[in-house]
């Protein structure tokens, strides 16, 4: 019997940006993430006919994705105007998960206030957000379980006098907009439980520890895999004398992600299958997440690797960019790592042994790569109207980009494992 082998279908993403940002605790651990969602198809329109409804769709598409790129389980913060709070729209979300945000705009009417108390009675926690002592949102303070303080640009004293109330009235505190170390330790002392900023986006600012030996080791190896003609024996040396590269090369090899009949039982084996290229992209993938040695760090590392594996994908489906792929992913692998070994940008980059235009590029200087990791920037921090408008002067397809950020994520994901 003539029998045809059919490919799997691969994993299928709606066009929707997710974008998410840490929420620390008071010990720089992470707590949970903000999410900020755009449906790409709609992110270029001017209006929306029902926010609301947009806003739901929007919500029950990019949900069931970030939990899937999540490394572990954590409280997801989600922001829920007027209308999807009187339809109760969180109670589709697990409660364990979900905190629903009340924006500041949202008026305390007494039917609003009662669909926040019935969602509350079913088990979530509600925060209130961007509160800086507004009177009109005494009673959802009321009620909150988490209050969301924007101190940016508060002055300590004020910071003190919103925060000892709250704090007396069991209310956990969440100082967001924290932008240095001096507000950071302001809000530690006004009691905060919680911490979300630009500042949390540098872990080494927060740890102040030099990099520890395996992790120099690491920088050594990440600069032999990463110049312009790496010896193959080279890396298969490196596989070979690292049991753990191994089993994880042939763990990732054999995951559901590739959708193989037959099993992959050697490093030779894994070679041929893999190809030299794209074996070297995973082993610098693989070391840099190794150089995260906190929570925070981990994140940093995800962060890279999405980033990196983005612009790979970007660079495949549009011959226009000047940049090859191995180009564009090295741009986004190195991009944070300021962050991971505590050294400025420009003192990484004399380390790297990569083209001027893509270290010009991570020194933050302007050119189309330094455009390219602005794109990636800006999803992430869910600023979706400049990463739309640097995607139409790259000419790629916004639903397009959606799609191979998706992928990104759960790329990264399966590298850290």
């Not at 926010?51 to 409280?75: C, N, Q, S, W, Y």
């Not at 559901?256 to 610098?284: E, T």
Request: some cysteine.
């Amino acid at each position: 019997m003539n029998t045809q082998h059919k490919t799997p279908e691969r994993r299928f993403f709606e066009p929707v940006f997710v974008a998410r940002q840490p929420i620390l605790d008071r010990d720089s651990r992470v707590y949970g993430f903000e999410l900020l969602f755009r449906q790409a198809a709609n992110a270029t329109t001017a209006r929306v006919a029902d926010a609301d409804t947009a806003t739901a769709k929007v919500i029950a598409d990019g949900f069931p994705l970030v939990l899937e790129t999540m490394l572990e389980p954590r409280k997801v913060f989600i922001n829920f105007p007027t209308g999807l709070l009187l339809r109760q729209t969180p109670l589709a979300l697990p409660r364990e998960l979900c905190v629903v945000e009340i924006l500041e705009d949202v008026r305390p009417d007494p039917e609003v206030l009662a669909a926040c108390r019935a969602i509350k009675q079913a088990g979530y926690l509600l925060a209130v957000d961007d509160f800086v002592g507004q009177p009109e949102l005494a009673p959802f303070v009321a009620m909150a379980d988490i209050v969301k303080v924007d101190v940016l640009g508060l002055p300590p004293g004020r910071l003190q006098e919103l925060a000892r109330p709250l704090v007396a009235g069991r209310k956990a505190l969440l100082a967001e907009k924290v932008e240095d170390r001096e507000t950071h330790l302001a809000c530690l002392e006004a009691g905060c439980s919680y911490f979300q900023g630009y500042y949390f986006s540098r872990p080494e600012v927060v740890s102040g520890r030099k990099p520890p030996v395996g992790v120099v080791s690491k920088v050594r190896l990440l600069q032999e895999v990463s110049g312009p003609d790496p010896d193959p024996e080279r890396i298969v040396a490196i596989l070979s004398s690292d049991a753990g590269l191994s089993f994880r090369l042939l763990k990732y090899l054999n995951s559901a992600a590739f959708y193989r009949m037959d099993k992959i039982v050697s490093l030779s084996q894994a070679m041929l299958v893999m190809g030299q290229n794209p074996l070297r992209k995973w082993l610098m993938a693989v070391l840099l997440s190794d150089m995260a040695h906190s929570p925070l760090g981990r994140e940093v590392s995800f962060q890279s690797l999405t980033r990196a594996r983005f612009l790979d994908l970007l660079a495949q489906g549009d011959g226009r960019l000047p940049y090859s792929p191995d180009s564009l992913f090295m741009l986004g692998l190195f991009s944070r790592m300021d962050a991971l070994l505590g050294q400025s940008m420009a003192e990484v980059a004399a380390q790297l042994p990569l083209p001027e235009d893509i270290l010009s590029a991570l020194r933050g200087e302007t050119g189309k790569a330094g455009q390219l990791l602005r794109l990636v920037g800006d999803l992430e921090g869910g600023r979706f109207d400049q990463a739309l408008g640097l995607l139409a002067q790259t000419g790629a397809d916004a639903a397009h980009a959606a799609k191979i950020y998706a992928e990104a994520t759960l790329w990264a994901k399966d590298i850290l494992g």
